[in-house]
C-alpha cells in the first residue's frame, strides 16, 4: 500500500519514501509551480552508479521541475538515507526494482498525469532506465545521457585482460569472504587520486572523475551521505549489463545524449544508437565530455532543452 501524505507537498523538492523488497527508499519529488491546479508529466530519473540523490539528481530536479515537470530521485537500496544491509553496493537487481516501485509512487500521486511518464538516465543510469523501459511499459518515453549501454565492452577497455582478470577473481574472493564471515571488504572506486596529485598521464576520464567526486562538484558539503567505498565484491562497472542485445526491441521513443567528447560513454553510445528501434533520435553536445553532463550549466542547460522538446513531442 503507497501512503505519502500529499497535503504538504510544494513547488520545489519534497521528501517522501515508499518500500522496495521491505526496504523504506528515502526519495526527493521535486514539483513545478502550480502543480495543485494542473496535473503535471513525470520523470523517472537514474542516477550515475553510486551516487546518492543530493548529487546529480539536484541538478536535473530542479532544471526540470522548472520546465513543469515532476522528477523523482532516489536514494537506492543501501545509499544514503535508504535502508539496506549492504551499504553502497550496485545491484542492478535492486535498482530496477526501485525504480519499478518508483514509477507505481508516481502514478498515485493527485498531481501526476499517469498517462505522461518518461524515464531520464545519466552515466550507469542511462543504462538503468534503458533497461527498465524494456521491462516497464507504463514509461512512454525515455533520455539517456552519457549512458553505458554495453558495460561489458567498457569493462574491456579500462584494463588489459590480465587486469581484468585479476579484478575478477578478487571480487569473487572478497564474496567468498562475505558470504562464510559476514565482512564486507572495500574499496574506494577512484582508488587513492586526488584533486591536485592525478599521475601524469592518467586518462582524462579518471582525471575528470576525481574532479567531481573528490570536489565540492560531486560529494564534498552537500552529499554527506556519499561514499566513493564500495564492496570488494562489486567491479566498478557491471560487466553483465550490456543492452545491445534487445535495442532493436526498444520501440517507444528514445532520445540519446552525448559529449562530443565523451571517451567511454560516447563511442557506446554511437555503437548502441544505429541498432536501436525507431523512433529515436540522437544529440551530441558539443565541447562536452562524460561529466560535462553532471552538473556544469553550459551543457546541461542544452540537454534540458532537447529532453523538453523531446518529451512534448512524444
Given at each position: 500500500?503507497?501512503?505519502?501524505?500529499?497535503?504538504?507537498?510544494?513547488?520545489?523538492?519534497?521528501?517522501?519514501?515508499?518500500?522496495?523488497?521491505?526496504?523504506?527508499?528515502?526519495?526527493?519529488?521535486?514539483?513545478?509551480?502550480?502543480?495543485?491546479?494542473?496535473?503535471?508529466?513525470?520523470?523517472?530519473?537514474?542516477?550515475?552508479?553510486?551516487?546518492?540523490?543530493?548529487?546529480?539528481?539536484?541538478?536535473?530536479?530542479?532544471?526540470?521541475?522548472?520546465?513543469?515537470?515532476?522528477?523523482?530521485?532516489?536514494?537506492?537500496?543501501?545509499?544514503?538515507?535508504?535502508?539496506?544491509?549492504?551499504?553502497?553496493?550496485?545491484?542492478?537487481?535492486?535498482?530496477?526494482?526501485?525504480?519499478?516501485?518508483?514509477?507505481?509512487?508516481?502514478?498515485?500521486?493527485?498531481?501526476?498525469?499517469?498517462?505522461?511518464?518518461?524515464?531520464?538516465?545519466?552515466?550507469?543510469?542511462?543504462?538503468?532506465?534503458?533497461?527498465?523501459?524494456?521491462?516497464?511499459?507504463?514509461?512512454?518515453?525515455?533520455?539517456?545521457?552519457?549512458?553505458?549501454?554495453?558495460?561489458?565492452?567498457a569493462f574491456a577497455q579500462m584494463m588489459d585482460e590480465e587486469t581484468r582478470g585479476?579484478?575478477?577473481?578478487?571480487?569473487?574472493?572478497?564474496?567468498?569472504?562475505?558470504?562464510?564471515?559476514?565482512?564486507?571488504?572495500?574499496?574506494?572506486?577512484?582508488?587513492?587520486?586526488?584533486?591536485?596529485?592525478?599521475?601524469?598521464?592518467?586518462?582524462?576520464?579518471?582525471?575528470?572523475?576525481?574532479?567531481?567526486?573528490?570536489?565540492?562538484?560531486?560529494?564534498?558539503e552537500h552529499a554527506p551521505n556519499y561514499s566513493n567505498m564500495l564492496p570488494a565484491?562489486?567491479?566498478?562497472?557491471?560487466?553483465?549489463?550490456?543492452?545491445?542485445?534487445?535495442?532493436?526491441?526498444?520501440?517507444?521513443p528514445k532520445l540519446f545524449i552525448r559529449g562530443s567528447d565523451a571517451a567511454i560513454?560516447?563511442?557506446?553510445?554511437?555503437?548502441?544508437?544505429?541498432?536501436?528501434?525507431?523512433?529515436?533520435?540522437?544529440?551530441?553536445?558539443?565541447?562536452?565530455?562524460?561529466?560535462?553532463?553532471?552538473?556544469?550549466?553550459?551543457?546541461?542547460?542544452?540537454?534540458?532543452?532537447?529532453?523538453?522538446?523531446?518529451?512534448?513531442?512524444?
Amino acid at each position: 500500500m503507497i501512503t505519502i501524505d500529499q497535503s504538504a507537498f510544494k513547488p520545489g523538492k519534497n521528501s517522501i519514501s515508499f518500500t522496495t523488497k521491505g526496504y523504506r527508499i528515502s526519495a526527493d519529488l521535486y514539483l513545478p509551480e502550480g502543480f495543485e491546479t494542473s496535473p503535471c508529466p513525470p520523470i523517472i530519473f537514474a542516477r550515475p552508479a553510486t551516487q546518492v540523490k543530493e548529487q546529480a539528481s539536484v541538478v536535473y530536479g530542479e532544471k526540470m521541475s522548472a520546465r513543469g515537470y515532476a522528477l523523482l530521485a532516489v536514494d537506492h537500496i543501501g545509499f544514503g538515507e535508504s535502508e539496506g544491509e549492504i551499504r553502497n553496493y550496485e545491484n542492478t537487481e535492486n535498482i530496477i526494482a526501485v525504480l519499478t516501485d518508483g514509477i507505481t509512487v508516481l502514478r498515485h500521486l493527485d498531481c501526476i498525469d499517469e498517462n505522461r511518464i518518461y524515464g531520464m538516465g545519466l552515466c550507469m543510469g542511462g543504462a538503468y532506465i534503458t533497461r527498465l523501459a524494456f521491462l516497464d511499459k507504463r514509461l512512454k518515453a525515455i533520455a539517456t545521457m552519457s549512458a553505458y549501454f554495453d558495460c561489458a565492452t567498457a569493462f574491456a577497455q579500462m584494463m588489459d585482460e590480465e587486469t581484468r582478470g585479476q579484478a575478477i577473481l578478487g571480487a569473487n574472493l572478497a564474496m567468498e569472504k562475505y558470504l562464510q564471515t559476514g565482512e564486507v571488504d572495500r574499496y574506494p572506486v577512484l582508488g587513492a587520486m586526488k584533486p591536485g596529485e592525478i599521475p601524469e598521464g592518467t586518462p582524462r576520464y579518471y582525471a575528470d572523475a576525481v574532479d567531481y567526486y573528490m570536489t565540492s562538484r560531486g560529494a564534498l558539503e552537500h552529499a554527506p551521505n556519499y561514499s566513493n567505498m564500495l564492496p570488494a565484491f562489486q567491479l566498478p562497472i557491471d560487466p553483465a549489463l550490456n543492452h545491445s542485445p534487445y535495442g532493436d526491441q526498444l520501440t517507444l521513443p528514445k532520445l540519446f545524449i552525448r559529449g562530443s567528447d565523451a571517451a567511454i560513454t560516447g563511442p557506446l553510445t554511437d555503437l548502441f544508437y544505429p541498432n536501436a528501434a525507431e523512433p529515436k533520435e540522437l544529440m551530441v553536445v558539443e565541447g562536452a565530455e562524460h561529466f560535462d553532463l553532471y552538473d556544469i550549466d553550459q551543457y546541461v542547460d542544452q540537454v534540458i532543452d532537447r529532453v523538453d522538446t523531446f518529451f512534448k513531442a512524444n
